[in-house]
């Protein structure tokens, strides 16, 4: 659901930005004074496993459509959502600037659309609700085991509803933009019903997540609901060494490996797209468009994940396993998108986590 840049006008795009710029301050206001040394590291491998999470397109079935994990939710559950907010807007701002995954005018809707809904609408209305009233009851050794129910209800019934608002969005978006290619009830009668479909499988991919992250550390989703410090039952630092070495070895799975699988199928935004008005791209004569575009291309190195082609014609002259790459067994762009991107995604959230950090401790000192 990454909107290109030609979907919005320069108006829409300008506004979107100045919406999300001040969702970022203020999350980052709000962090800044929550903000824990143990939180830093699991934000930038949940932020990384997002971006490798993102690549992998699955098909959905009949429609010859395919749908991507958003994030969102896994993020908001566990990190909370001011924290998942800035994760997400990390990932997508990664994907824009150097796999041109996203236009750049777009890119404050793209952080809206995928970040505000799932963190602020549907986490604590729908999520957060269905799980506290769960730990509002008498304890039990029974009614635990129950609560993975409800975390798989929750994730599933918030996924949905926070997918379904941010195609919403696109569709308004698309709408005060003046897109005549692309009419409001039609494109929006293409665009609900896919996305319902993809927040299925994302609602149950998120529920999986989530339990095995609560099965491994509880603490980590009491910690995002209650906004209370990681810690144990006597107060010393909570160790979570082992959730951080399984989603880092996740990532490199998916981002290295499991990327080689992806459906080359239409996403739900470009068959929506197709389905409406013929065409899974518009082209814009926009001047601010086209000046983004050249700067876009300057930056992504690995565009639509994967190499440029002339760096693939030179790997494939000197790849000592021409015969896998050829055949495409092996997607070495896709690999190396995935690893790259995924450092960079955790190097960059990570440096947000310590300026925050920094700025709580120096406003504490003064």
């Known amino acids: ?45 949940l932020g990384a496993f997002i971006f490798a999470a993102q690549m992998i397109n699955f098909t959905i079935p009949i429609t010859g459509s395919s749908g991507h994990l958003g994030g969102g939710m896994i993020l908001s559950i566990l990190l909370g959502p001011h924290i998942a907010f800035l994760t997400m807007a990390s990932v997508l701002t990664v994907q ?23 963190c602020f609408i549907a986490y604590p209305l729908i999520y957060k609700s269905i799980v506290s009233r769960f730990n509002t009851q008498p304890y039990t050794e029974r009614k635990h085991q129950k609560k993975d129910r409800y975390i798989l209800i929750g994730s599933l019934i918030a996924s949905i509803v926070g997918l379904q608002m941010g195609s919403f969005a696109v569709v308004l978006e698309t709408l005060f933009s003046k897109i005549s290619e692309l009419p409001f009830g039609t494109f929006m009668l ?37 906004t209370s410090p990681l810690s144990s039952s006597n107060s010393a630092p909570l160790s979570i060494n082992k959730v951080l070495i399984g989603v880092v070895v996740a990532t490199i799975l ?36 086209t000046s983004l575009s050249e700067i876009q291309e300057k930056t992504a190195f690995l565009p639509d994940y994967g190499f440029k082609s002339n760096e693939l014609s030179e790997y494939n002259k000197s ?5 896998l790459v ?4 092996v997607d070495t762009g896709a690999s190396v998108s995935g690893i790259v991107g995924g450092t960079l995604t955790l190097i960059f959230t990570v440096m947000i986590g310590f300026v925050l950090k920094r700025r709580k401790s120096e406003i504490t000192i003064s």
């Not at 050829?326 to 067994?329: L, T």
């Open 1 to 45: 659901m990454h909107m290109a840049d030609a979907l919005i006008s320069p108006a829409v795009g300008c506004t979107m930005w100045s919406v999300t710029a001040s969702l970022i301050a203020y999350c980052s206001k709000k962090v800044k004074n929550g903000m824990e040394d143990q939180k830093i590291p699991l934000m930038g491998v």
């Open 96 to 118: 824009s600037l150097f796999f041109a995954d996203g236009g750049l005018l777009a890119l404050g809707c793209n952080i809206f659309n995928l970040g505000f809904f799932p």
């Open 190 to 226: 293409m665009m609900q019903p896919i996305h319902l479909a993809i927040g299925v499988v994302e609602g149950l991919t998120t529920g999986a997540v989530v339990l095995f992250i609560w099965k491994a550390r509880p603490e980590i989703l009491d910690s995002a609901l209650s």
């Open 254 to 289: 998916t981002g290295g490996i499991l990327s080689w699988f992806a459906s080359s199928n239409p996403d739900g935004l470009e068959w929506a797209m197709f389905k409406t008005s013929g065409v899974e791209e518009l082209k814009s004569q926009e001047t601010i468009h």
């Open 319 to 323: 790849s000592e396993v021409p015969n």
């Open 326 to 329: 050829d055949s495409g067994v």
